[in-house]
């Protein structure tokens, strides 16, 4: 067995990680392989590291950090035969929660002995892999505030979401559009618009309760735009689990959606932000990714 874990030093919670090599020794002496331990400097190295893994023919690649971190390493697995592992220590890890991966770094490596490799599938928006959500309204420009670093730098975690979101509500102007998912249109202004390839926001949150990351669908969520306590409201029900139950909220599974006449510009993959002017294509890969799971 050859495995590598990667790194991501500037996680959320990666501190927990200082345990890992006296883990591996623990969990894996007995196992005869390659357990190879790499840190990256920055987003281009997690790549780097993962592609390198995959052209050497490494069972099984390990993301070590948060959603953004996954993600990096994860788009160079895309439809090869090397498997995600996940050891999650960042500030939402919504993969990890969806998929039912513990948080606890032996049990994560326990995985290799006890868990099995799933097929999964691999989201597509702007031209950029997902493999959890996929956003374009609020949730973007949420992001984008958040990686700005002017609080996420001094508080870890969700901590500086609960600051940021009231401003960032009363600031949030969306102007209308038309999301249309293979055929079905949904009309409005969007205070969410969500794809979702899994159930799972960042820290706990559910955006598309019945999503299943196998189906070769997309949960596309679409929360029209709403006043202050029906907000409220609505961040109450997705850290609860039933956000299908408020009134503003629409879904619509599919394989393809186009949102038509958009006029802002923030979007994010997998809780990593980018500026996309214009229409937005989204679209889903069916099971392209192996993944390690329990």
Partial sequence: MK??????????????????????????????GIFEIRSAADRSGMKDLAADAVAKGYDVVYACGGDGTINDVASEL?????ALGILPVGSGN????????????????????????AKMDVGVACGRYFFSTAGFAFEARLSRRYNEGRLSRKLRGLAPYFVLAPLEFLRFRPGPLRLSIDG?????????????????LGGGAV??????????LLDFCFVHRTNIFSALDLARRLLSGNIEKHARYETARGRKAVALGWDLKDAHVDGEPFQWPGDVEVSVLYRKLNVLVP
């Fill in 3 to 32: 495995v590598r874990f990667i790194l991501n030093p500037s996680a959320g919670r990666s501190g927990r990680l200082k345990p890992l090599p006296g883990a591996v020794k623990k969990v894996l002496e007995a196992d005869e």
């Fill in 78 to 82: 895309v439809g090869k035969g090397t």
């Fill in 94 to 117: 919504a993969l990890a929660r969806a998929l039912g991966i513990p948080e606890d770094v032996e049990e994560g490596l326990r995985l290799l002995k006890t868990g099995r490799i």
């Fill in 184 to 200: 079905k249109d949904i009309d409005g202004r969007p205070l969410l618009m969500t794809a979702a390839n899994t159930s799972h």
């Fill in 207 to 216: 955006i598309a309760p019945d999503a299943k990351n196998d189906d070769g």
